[in-house]
């Protein structure tokens, strides 16, 4: 088994990026959060990290390369020994003009459209086509002689969202908001397909998932906020990354980020939070309304940053934490991961691995 890591949509109008640095090798072992690639387009830059422990595998780029969003950088197996599908892209087959621009197509899937005169520029664009791809279009349409184009091509702005409760209620308005995501639909296990969220449609459970791959869609947002388990959030995230979904950064129009904040992949800012400058967002974190980050915070992966809770300067957060309404934390404190700070909590002081601040209490008491 092995986990698909994409390239993330940074910048809605840029579909593609520019591989700034790649600190990893195939073969190489990697922890879940370690750093994988630093990306940039010409408005920002953006890490991506590993959502799960593996052995680097198929690494397809290098340092100073494009990286189209959608594309597979690598893969994390859980071994090893683990091998690539046996599928090679095309590689100066043909002269660049004898193929549509943004095409990837394996040499078969190629043979394939060649003998049955299909219009290559009526393959969807962004994921590798296969054979098997070409023949299962040629099946739905056996009397035409090319292909026509897929119901639901490739599309850079589609987004789905998992999760239907409040969260997810949130989440659609702000993705409205930006005005440049499509939202695709709702996907929560709890929910009969066929029902409407804010508008939009409930999908189906995670089974979902795979055929809204095949549709062209790659992208997600991850609306389970994991305020009473936060590995369900983790696991939420391991579900999309392992069904092709990548998770971009999210940020309400009402909210300010600092031009030199870094926000991983998956983040989530809302309306009228503030993330100061050179402060960093790990992977699946989420700054609700009203939340202030101060300058110089380094926040590790899937925190959960709740309403009015004011973070000052130099503060270190673990992985996994949650930090309830209204709280405070003083200058340059470091909280250890899988902690709980409860609401209107006061922090004045270190808190270790897995501590739990009582809700509208002082910290050490």
């Known amino acids: 088994m092995a986990t698909p890591v994409l390239i993330p949509l940074i910048n809605p109008n840029e579909p593609e990026a520019v591989v700034a640095a790649l600190p990893i090798r195939n073969g190489q072992v ?11 387009t010409t408005k920002s830059a953006s890490d991506i990290s590993a959502q799960c422990d593996g052995y680097v595998t198929g690494l397809r780029l290098a340092p100073g390369q494009s990286a189209r969003a959608g594309e597979i950088l690598c893969y994390l197996a859980e071994t090893p020994d683990w091998e690539l599908p046996a599928e090679p892209v095309v590689q100066q087959l043909e002269s660049e003009s004898s193929l ?3 095409l990837r197509i394996t040499r078969p899937a190629l043979a394939l459209a060649r003998q049955r005169s299909v219009d290559l520029t009526s393959l969807p664009f962004g994921p590798l086509v296969t054979e098997s791809m070409v023949k299962a279009a040629l099946e739905q349409s056996p009397r035409e002689t090319g292909l026509s184009l897929p119901e639901s091509p490739f599309d850079p ?15 659609i308005d702000l993705l409205r908001s930006l005005g440049v995501y499509r939202v695709a639909g709702v996907v929560d296990d709890g929910l ?8 939009v449609p409930v999908l189906g459970g995670k089974d979902a998932l795979p055929g809204l791959n095949g549709r062209g869609i790659r992208l997600a947002v991850n609306a389970v906020g994991g305020v009473g388990n936060m590995s369900i959030r983790i696991q939420i995230f391991r579900l999309l990354g392992e069904a092709g979904f990548a998770c971009p950064a ?5 909210a300010f980020v600092e031009a030199s904040a870094t926000l991983s992949p998956g983040v989530q800012v809302f309306p009228h939070a503030y993330v100061g400058s050179e402060a960093h967002l790990g992977f699946g974190s989420i700054v609700n309304t009203g939340a202030i980050v101060s300058h110089d915070c380094r926040i590790g992966d899937y925190v959960n940053i709740s309403p009015g ?12 934490t949650l930090i309830g309404m209204g709280v405070t934390v003083n200058l340059a404190v470091k909280i250890g991961p899988a902690c709980r700070l409860g609401n209107g909590a006061t922090v004045k002081n270190d808190v270790p691995q897995g501590g739990i601040v009582r809700a509208g209490t002082v910290w050490p008491s």
């Open 192 to 199: 009969e397909p066929g029902g409407l969220i804010l508008g």
């Open 100 to 102: 549509p621009e943004g």
């Open 250 to 254: 999210v940020v309400h129009p009402t």
């Open 30 to 40: 990697v922890s879940t959060g370690d750093l994988l690639c630093t990306l940039e």
């Open 309 to 320: 809770a004011m973070l000052a300067g130099e503060v270190q957060v673990g992985s996994g």
């Open 157 to 171: 702005t589609a987004i789905i969202v998992y999760g239907g409760g409040g969260h997810g209620k949130s989440l």
